[in-house]
């Protein structure tokens, strides 16, 4: 029927494509509610959601590989993903991957951080385009 590896990556799968998508639509409601925020700032409240439904589909993606390689993260680690992903993502994957198999998931979580933010600036660049009144993006 369903190969549980199977459904775990499916899962998977499927938090980061959620990730991309909460990443857009901030970009989108952000200039969509606040068009100057890059100067003026960005919407607190509108940025503390985006953050959390971000924590929360990267902790579902990490669930589902923990589940799918059967290991358990102690509590101290989930912490640490909470407070410094940038440095407890990667240490997760350095401890549970075998040697030679570390690098790719490593790179492959800062690229999806890279994926995140650019979604969000097409997000914005979409809005900001088709926005009244607003002004062309500047061009590089």
């Known amino acids: 029927m369903n ?9 998977k799968t499927t938090a980061i494509t959620a990730m991309l998508g909460v990443s857009l639509i901030a970009g989108i409601v952000i200039t969509a509610v606040a068009p100057g ?15 959390v439904l971000l924590f929360v589909l990267g902790f579902r993606w990490l669930h589902a590989d923990s ?6 993260r102690p509590l101290w680690l989930n912490l640490g993903i909470i407070l410094l992903a940038a440095i407890f993502v990667p240490y997760y994957f350095y401890k549970t991957r075998p040697e030679g198999a570390r690098l790719a998931p490593i790179l492959s979580f800062f690229g999806l951080v890279f994926a995140c933010a650019l979604s969000s ?16 993006p500047a061009t590089f």
Do not use: C, F, K, Y
């Open 67 to 72: 589940a799918q390689l059967d290991i358990r």
């Open 3 to 11: 190969d549980p590896v199977d459904q775990w990556h499916r899962q």
């Open 121 to 136: 600036a097409i997000g914005t660049l979409l809005m900001g385009a088709i926005q009244p009144g607003s002004t062309p």
């Open 37 to 51: 925020a890059v100067e003026t700032g960005i919407p607190l409240g509108i940025q503390l959601a985006a953050n």
